[in-house]
């Protein structure tokens, strides 16, 4: 089971060629089961950019797996953990919301389908987070 980072969607959106956006398009071809978060909803809508991609993209991404933290208080505290963990070994992440993104990928067991730096670097010092190999 795959989560689709933001990342990913916006790469494909705009139909750039790469490796993240090559095995996404392979998981639709195939009908493999895959879902988004919350905060990754929320980060593509906001690249919308007018109303009619915005209701576009609002309706169908609506109709996708959303996976939700599994405790609305611990799981925020685990993704800050991971922020916290990564600056401690030297790593700056540019986004909490990618720590958040992460922790809910280790909660659920997903492989994270993503093409940003951050989760490469989380998953340098974070045992548990699974990466599409891209």
Partial sequence: MYLVDTSVWIDSLRQNDNAAVRIFKWVLDRQMPFGITSAIYQEVLQGARTDDDFNRLRDYLGTQRFYH??????????????????????????????????????????????????????????????????
Avoid: M, W
Avoid at 87 to 106: E, F, P, V
């Fill in 69 to 134: 933290p599994e405790d609305p208080v611990d799981s925020y505290a685990a993704a800050a953990n991971l922020f916290r963990v990564c600056r401690r070994n030297g790593l700056t992440i540019r986004s909490t919301l990618d720590c958040l993104i992460a922790q809910l990928a280790i909660e659920h067991d997903l492989t994270l389908l993503h093409n940003d730096r951050d989760f490469t670097a989380i998953a340098q010092v974070v045992p548990g987070l699974k990466l599409a190999a891209i």
